[in-house]
C-alpha cells in the first residue's frame, strides 16, 4: 500500500476525532506525521482516533491504523486548528443530510496501543 493511504487514513481519523468537538466552524490540519510500522499488501483497515489535547484554536490528535488482525500498521500524529470558515456555509456539513455519524469508541484508544 503506498504511503499516501498510511497518510490519508491517519489525517481522516485524527481531524474527524477532533471535528467531533468543533460544531461551528471548519478544521485544517496545521502539521502532521506519519509513522510507517509494518507494510500492507492486502486485507481491511481500520483508523482510529482521538484528541489529545486543547488549548485556543490549537488541537493536538493521534491516530493508528489497524490491520484485520489488530496489528498496528501504522500510526501518527497531528496538531489541527479552528479556521473561521463556518459550517454553515459548508455543503454536506449538515448530520441530518449526509447521514454522516460520529462514533465516540470509548474502547477505541485501548484497540490503537
Known sequence: MHGAVYFKLIDDAAFFAV???V???FVL????????????TAGRLTAYGKVTG???RRFN???SILDDEGRVVGS?????VRSKIPLAGIRGYDD???????VRD???SSKSR
Request: hydrophobic share 50%; proline share 3%.
Open 29 to 40: 490540519t496545521a502539521q502532521l506525521t506519519v509513522n510507517f510500522a509494518k507494510p500492507v
Open 54 to 56: 486543547e488549548e485556543g
Open 19 to 21: 471535528a467531533s468537538r
Open 76 to 80: 501518527g500524529s497531528g496538531v489541527f
Open 96 to 102: 441530518a443530510a449526509t447521514g454522516l455519524a460520529i
Open 61 to 63: 490528535a493521534e491516530a
Open 23 to 25: 460544531t461551528d466552524v
Open 106 to 108: 470509548a474502547d477505541a
